[in-house]
């Protein structure tokens, strides 16, 4: 009965003690727009080397990446996206022209997603990030 005891213990230390064994990482974070935190949106990290890709949903400026399916360390490219209703009703489709839907566009500069300019490094000591985006061009465009 010891020995068995013993087992259990050893298998529960192996399997609480540092998240998979894969190495990958259990993130955090909080994104704001021009100095409010983003409502609602999605997170991508997309490693510049080998690696898993990675995301979370945004939620009232804070977002969390299980280690599960988290990246691994490494260099990332990072890509915010926001959507938001512009008040129109659009087709979703030819075929059912009458079915509407609300139309969303995509609010945030693209130099944060579509030709995203955010990079981060990512490591076992640096797991929690905050992101500051603005609706200002930082080149004064």
């Given amino acids: ?21 894969d190495g990958r990482l259990k993130i955090t974070g909080e994104v704001t727009f021009d100095g409010e ?10 490693p510049l080397g ?9 939620q009232d400026g804070r977002f969390t990446i299980d280690a599960e399916r988290g990246p691994k360390p490494g260099e990332y490219r990072v890509s915010i ?8 009703m659009i ?15 995509q609010y945030l500069p693209k130099r944060y997603n579509e030709r995203s300019e955010l990079t981060q490094e990512l490591s076992p000591e640096s797991k929690h990030f905050v992101w500051n985006l603005t609706s200002k061009d930082p080149g004064g465009k």
Wanted: glycine share 12%.
């Fill in 81 to 88: 996206e926001a959507m938001r209703e512009t008040g129109k």
């Fill in 1 to 21: 009965m010891l020995r068995g005891i013993l087992i259990a213990l050893t298998a529960i230390a192996l399997i609480g003690c540092g998240g998979p064994k």
């Fill in 91 to 105: 087709s979703i489709d030819s075929a059912f022209p009458e079915e509407k839907q609300p139309q969303t566009v």
């Fill in 37 to 46: 935190p983003l409502k609602d949106g999605y997170l991508t990290l997309q």
């Fill in 50 to 58: 080998d690696g898993p890709s990675a995301g979370a949903r945004i």
